[in-house]
């Protein structure tokens, strides 16, 4: 089906863009974008160059999408922002490019980024993530399919918040927050499992329970994490969620939050 392009939007004859695709008044699209098919631009929306845009994408009335770096080190390099198919980005969000660091800032697919959230340079937001209203992400942040952040969060310049995790609203996340949890409170601290995101995604009973076991160890066992770590290496070899936990928390370069 051939796209709409309301007379008033600006779009470049050099922009790549995909079939039945709806572009409203005063949209702007720059020469470096590509849009894939059955997406939505909304009125007054901004799409830069290095826009890398999949199929079935909504974006919003005034959002800015692939706008240059906030980071005084870009020099106008050529990076890039991709947002995967199924995604939703509401009004007045701003989704910065890379930088030369890593070339490209990543939304994943079946997002749903609520109205003013901002994605810093160089961040990765897993698929299926939920950024409530007014989430900020501080450049190089990297988030973990399904993980779920409430409103008004901000979230430090190089944290990690690892798959299925869920961060109530309103705090401040400036150090690691391991996979399959919940955080809470100020200063954030570990709040238990998710168990109702676990369960609704489908892990087993014997899932959870090893999971519930894991952080039993690691954060009740009055071991330090190096050493907690080592201890769930010896009771689950094997066992891929235990793994993921202990990768994360290994390979965690801020520090992880505390009970």
Same mark, same amino acid.
């Given at each position: 089906?051939?796209?709409?392009?309301?007379?008033?939007?600006?779009?470049?004859?050099?922009a790549?863009?995909?079939?039945?695709?709806?572009?409203?008044?005063?949209a702007?699209?720059?020469d470096?974008?590509?849009?894939?098919?059955?997406c939505?631009i909304?009125?007054?929306?901004v799409?830069? #160059?290095?826009?890398?845009?999949?199929?079935?994408?909504?974006?919003?009335?005034?959002?800015?999408i692939?706008?240059?770096?906030?980071?005084?080190?870009?020099?106008?390099?050529?990076?890039?922002?991709?947002?995967?198919d199924? @995604? @939703?980005?509401?009004?007045?969000?701003t989704?910065n490019?890379?930088?030369?660091?890593?070339g490209?800032?990543?939304?994943?697919?079946?997002?749903?980024?609520?109205?003013?959230?901002?994605?810093?340079h160089?961040c990765?937001?897993?698929?299926?993530?939920?950024?409530?209203?007014?989430? @900020?992400?501080?450049?190089h942040?990297e988030?973990?399919e %399904?993980?779920?952040i409430g409103?008004?969060?901000?979230v430090?310049? %190089?944290?990690k918040?690892?798959k299925?995790?869920?961060?109530?609203?309103g705090?401040?996340?400036?150090?690691?927050?391991?996979p399959?949890i919940?955080?809470?409170?100020?200063?954030l601290?570990f709040?238990?499992l998710?168990?109702?995101?676990l369960?609704?995604?489908?892990?087993?009973?014997? #899932?959870?329970?090893?999971?519930?076991?894991?952080?039993?160890?690691?954060?009740n066992?009055? +071991?330090? %994490?190096s050493?907690a770590i080592?201890?769930?290496?010896?009771?689950?070899?094997?066992?891929? +969620?235990?793994?993921?936990?202990? #990768? %994360?928390?290994?390979?965690?370069?801020?520090g992880?939050?505390?009970?």
């Amino acid at each position: 089906m051939k796209s709409r392009i309301h007379k008033t939007a600006m779009v470049s004859s050099k922009a790549k863009i995909g079939e039945n695709v709806n572009i409203e008044a005063y949209a702007i699209i720059q020469d470096d974008v590509e849009i894939g098919n059955n997406c939505s631009i909304g009125p007054h929306a901004v799409i830069y #160059d290095g826009a890398r845009i999949g199929n079935n994408v909504v974006i919003h009335q005034a959002s800015s999408i692939a706008n240059a770096p906030q980071d005084l080190k870009y020099a106008g390099e050529k990076t890039f922002l991709y947002i995967g198919d199924n @995604t @939703t980005v509401r009004e007045y969000a701003t989704l910065n490019r890379g930088t030369d660091a890593t070339g490209f800032s990543k939304v994943g697919a079946n997002c749903l980024l609520m109205a003013y959230t901002h994605i810093g340079h160089d961040c990765v937001v897993g698929d299926n993530c939920i950024l409530a209203n007014a989430v @900020t992400l501080g450049g190089h942040v990297e988030l973990g399919e %399904f993980v779920i952040i409430g409103g008004m969060t901000p979230v430090h310049q %190089f944290s990690k918040v690892g798959k299925h995790a869920m961060v109530g609203g309103g705090f401040r996340i400036i150090k690691d927050i391991p996979p399959y949890i919940v955080a809470g409170s100020e200063p954030l601290r570990f709040s238990g499992l998710n168990l109702i995101g676990l369960r609704r995604r489908g892990f087993t009973d014997e #899932d959870i329970s090893i999971l519930k076991n894991s952080y039993k160890v690691i954060y009740n066992s009055g +071991l330090n %994490f190096s050493q907690a770590i080592e201890k769930l290496r010896g009771i689950y070899p094997e066992h891929q +969620l235990v793994k993921n936990i202990v #990768d %994360f928390i290994s390979n965690s370069s801020r520090g992880i939050i505390r009970r």
